[in-house]
């Protein structure tokens, strides 16, 4: 857990610091780029947070399982303080990003050729879904999700597992 933390807090701090810097250089919201940033952040915390994991507080031997969570966890702890940032950055740093979202959603919707009352309705949920609650659990919940979508390919290269053969008893 204390590892998990760790790393999820170096995450989740890494994370919001490079999406201020996106912000404030001006860096459309809408640019995939912070988003891709983030992932290789993510895989990198779940490797190094794994693999000291299974260094130094399990002698070296990690079961899949253990990694799997281990990773999870990382993507929890970052997606917590990233939701921080999230809630911060729409309700204190740049109030109007809402409305902004919401102009953009709506000229997409209109570039595809939705009829006025569809459109009205997709903005309608979208307002919604942009309040400070739901901001924070998409955030640490979608951080997770991706987390373990990570750790499920990570945790197959760095688990390691312990051998009758080992002078390390076995892991219960």
Known sequence: MKVAMTFGAMYGLSASVIGLIFFFIGVDFQSKIPQYLNY???ILFIIFGVKSYRD???GGFISYGKSLGTGVLIGVFGGFITGIYTVLLFTV????LVQKILEASQQQLIDKGMPEDQIQMG?????KL???VF???FSVLGSAFVAMVFSLIVSVFMKKEATPFDS???DS
């Open 135 to 137: 901001l924070f659990l």
């Open 123 to 127: 903005l309608s949920w979208t307002r």
């Open 130 to 132: 942009m309040s400070p």
């Open 56 to 58: 130094q507080d399990l």
């Open 168 to 170: 390390r008893p076995l």
């Open 93 to 96: 740093i740049d109030p109007g």
């Open 40 to 42: 290789i952040l993510l």
